[in-house]
């Protein structure tokens, strides 16, 4: 396994556009999680699956985001509707959690999106 | 609540140690973690200490952690040019789905 991977690597699209992203977590990970890092700050906890379950959503994440992860693997993140204040790198990571232990979160490489 | 602060900048001398420090106010962290940015790229994890230790070394590597004061502290011994890049200490909330919850980062320049 080489890690997390995410696809596309770049992406720059038309305000009002609808744009979706895919990240595939490390094989054996239970958990995934999506952030977003805007220029000059640090990653902001977006949301997190554990398996297929959607279990936790920012305030950050309005209605005009959606995430799935519909069968505990691969996870995709869309942005309806999008807007110039989107444009940020959007990260995912992965981890093993069972009760009472928690491993390390891996990140991938991350999905830059410009809104022009 | 949960703020992660982190000084800015620090510029070093290839050879010279490096001291990132990070503080955090929840008490209820339980990792503690470093990770490093390179530009246009995502987060490498270097390592992490869990909230009970005080000291955590991994080769060149060492890392502080002050409950009391809840201050976290990242040495980098014999820095290299190829350690520049921004570093991000982060605190990991127990029941709050282990999400991480990330300072602004430091940018390290190493010079020769």
């Known amino acids: 396994d080489t890690g997390v991977s995410q696809n596309p690597r770049h992406k720059i699209t038309k305000r009002g556009q609808n744009v979706t992203f895919r990240c595939d977590p490390i094989?054996?990970?239970?958990?995934l999680y999506w952030y977003r890092q805007t220029l000059g700050q640090g990653p902001e906890f977006l949301t997190y699956?554990?398996?297929?379950?959607?279990?936790?959503k920012s305030r950050l994440l309005s209605d005009r985001f959606s995430a799935e992860r519909p069968k505990g693997s691969f996870s995709t993140l869309e942005i309806q509707r999008t807007e110039q204040g989107d444009s940020a790198m959007y990260l995912c990571?992965?981890?093993?959690?069972?009760?009472?232990?928690?491993?390390?979160?891996?990140f991938g490489p991350g999905t830059r999106l410009l809104v022009l | 609540g949960e703020d992660v602060e982190q000084s800015l900048f620090l510029s070093v001398r290839e050879g010279d140690s490096s001291v990132i420090n990070c503080t955090y106010t929840?008490?209820?962290?339980?990792?503690l973690y470093w990770y490093k940015q390179e530009p246009g790229a995502g987060l490498q994890l270097l390592t992490y200490?869990?909230?009970?230790?005080d000291m955590k070394q991994d080769q060149r590597l060492t890392v502080l952690l002050n409950k009391k004061d809840k201050h976290l502290s990242l040495r980098i011994a014999d820095t290299q040019t190829g350690d520049s890049a921004i570093y991000f200490c982060?605190?990991?909330?127990f029941g709050g789905g282990d999400k991480l919850i990330f300072g602004t980062g430091t940018r390290l320049q190493v010079f020769p």
């Open positions: 699956f554990q398996n297929e379950a959607q279990l936790e």
């Open positions: 990571a992965s981890s093993f959690s069972e009760s009472g232990y928690q491993e390390t979160q891996y």
């Open positions: 094989s054996e990970h239970n958990r």
């Open positions: 200490i869990f909230s009970n230790m």
């Open positions: 929840d008490s209820s962290s339980t990792y």
């Open positions: 982060a605190e990991s909330i």
